[in-house]
């Protein structure tokens, strides 16, 4: 089993940055490929970004391609997601979530983190 834990959500206002982290423990060789997903109040889930610990991809959602980056710290078992010109309709919970293959569907992912808010205020 792993275990993931993010970090690094809050408050900030249009085209502002924030940095989340997603620390991995436990069997993460079980978790070959960590991706980010965000949900909104109403929302669906959605894929945001996703990587490998052996640095297969990235890959992003159209909607934050260019603005996003996600990256690993293979030492310290840890993900990151770089979020940069934030805007409003990036207002959502952010999971990290781990799996076996390369995926952008959350039902593929079977590790999954608590969350952290992220709010883009306008």
């Known amino acids: 089993q792993v275990q993931l834990v993010e970090s690094g959500g809050g408050l900030v206002q249009t085209g502002g940055s924030l940095r989340l982290s997603c620390a991995a423990s436990?069997?993460?060789?079980?978790?070959?490929?960590m991706g980010w997903f965000r949900q909104a109040p109403g929302k669906e889930r959605e894929f945001v970004a996703r990587i490998s610990w052996t640095g297969v991809g990235p890959n992003y959602a159209d909607s934050v391609k260019g603005r996003f980056t996600i990256s690993r710290d293979n030492a310290k078992n840890i993900v990151y997601l770089q979020m940069n010109s934030l805007k409003p309709e990036d207002t959502a919970v952010y999971y990290c979530a781990g799996a076996l293959f390369p995926s952008i569907r959350g039902s593929d992912y079977g590790s999954w983190g608590q969350g952290t808010q992220v709010t883009v205020s306008s």
């Open positions: 436990g069997r993460t060789s079980s978790n070959q490929f």
